[in-house]
């Protein structure tokens, strides 16, 4: 068990000075993948036909089974178990690749360049109701920024024997894009080649270029690249801090500022220990505990909100604030952030 301490960092001081929420859960249990996905249509990807060695085993329980060689117990050494990225009927749960460039999947040979080699498994397609579909059926402008997409997109189309520098490229200097932290990219509206996907999916640079312009559509998602995404293992906590306390002073200098409201939260609590045991909820989640803050002319100052959040109380603040139709996995419990406002602005 460990801990650092924060205080000192630049989005600890936008906490303070706004609306920290210290009851707010990721949406699923599992890793960034999932979580990516929960954000945008709180659900759990699926895929009947998964392989069987990609599927998890479980016992008359419903435990994973243990390999031969497991010990019998965790006191005596690491559990071995026959884990898989899929649940046994079919649910997409760990780290599966998305269908279209860029991913982890290399295009065929010879194939079509902005899509995955059909010989090795990437998701199918998704024809799930997400956030994107509901903004969009409601005529609300919306986009997924994301750092280093267009970098990403052209490594991603190169041939299959190329070496990424881009894509999981972890090397000094690389931006090493996740391409599992790009939800749209597993949904077939989002196509390549689709009107939707190139009016919807974009780069950084689009993002810096809205602000500056006064131009972001009503709803905008931004996920860092992952040099700057503070993940465990291959990136800095003080750097993405930096970067999106930057990103947030950038707003409110711009004339955007008065009609914004800010939403930072994280995918997954980055293995770290939490004391605050999640509420009771369903198959899926929600899991840790993770920080979320919320910044606005609206929000509440200096103020610490209770209320019990995960991250599908995202959905439901868009779902309220444009009267979208409801998507069906968010949960019932969880608040939708108006906590966080001072409503009598």
């Known amino acids: 068990m460990a801990?650092?301490?924060?205080?000192?960092?630049?989005?600890?001081?936008?906490?303070?000075?706004?609306?920290?929420?210290?009851?707010?859960?990721?949406?699923?249990?599992?890793?960034?993948?999932?979580?990516?996905?929960?954000?945008v249509c709180a659900c759990t990807p699926r895929d009947e036909n998964a392989p069987a060695a990609m599927r998890a085993q479980v016992d008359e329980r419903g435990f994973l089974k243990r390999r031969p060689g497991s010990p019998a117990s965790a006191l005596l050494g690491d559990q071995l178990t026959f884990d898989g990225d899929f649940t046994p009927d079919g649910y997409s749960v760990n780290t599966t690749q998305p269908p279209y460039q860029p991913s982890g999947v290399a295009p065929a040979k010879g194939g079509d360049a902005t899509r995955t080699d059909p010989a090795k498994y990437a998701l199918p397609p998704q024809l799930l109701p997400n956030i994107g579909d509901r903004l969009s059926a409601k005529g609300v402008t919306w986009a997924w920024y994301s750092g280093?997409?267009?970098?990403?997109?052209?490594?991603?189309?190169?041939?299959?024997?190329?070496?990424?520098?881009?894509?999981?490229?972890?090397?000094?200097g690389s931006i090493n894009f996740q391409p599992h932290h790009q939800p749209f990219n597993y949904f077939a509206r989002y196509a390549p080649g689709t009107a939707e996907r190139a009016a919807h999916l974009k780069d950084y640079q689009d993002l810096a270029a809205a602000i500056d312009k006064g131009t972001l559509p009503q709803v905008a998602f931004y996920k860092p690249q992952g040099s700057l995404n503070q993940h465990p293992g291959y990136t800095d906590v003080q750097s993405g801090d930096l970067h999106v306390a930057e990103l947030i002073a950038k707003i409110k200098a711009s004339p955007l500022w008065s009609s914004t409201a800010i939403i930072v939260t994280f995918d997954e609590n980055g293995g770290f220990w939490d004391h605050a045991p999640p509420p009771a909820g369903d198959r899926w989640g929600p899991g840790s505990r993770i920080p979320a803050i919320i910044v606005s002319p609206y929000a509440r100052k200096g103020y610490i909100d209770h209320a019990y959040y995960d991250t599908t109380s995202i959905i439901k603040?868009?779902?309220?604030?444009?009267?979208?139709?409801?998507?069906?996995?968010?949960?019932?419990a969880a608040g939708d952030l108006t906590g966080a406002f001072d409503l009598a602005m």
């Open 148 to 172: 280093g997409w267009n970098a990403a997109v052209a490594d991603g189309m190169q041939p299959p024997e190329a070496k990424r520098a881009v894509i999981y490229n972890r090397e000094k």
């Open 317 to 332: 603040f868009l779902t309220r604030r444009f009267a979208l139709e409801p998507l069906p996995g968010a949960r019932p």
């Open 3 to 39: 801990y650092y301490d924060g205080s000192k960092l630049p989005l600890w001081q936008w906490a303070k000075e706004y609306t920290l929420a210290d009851n707010f859960y990721m949406g699923a249990f599992g890793g960034s993948y999932l979580n990516h996905l929960w954000l």
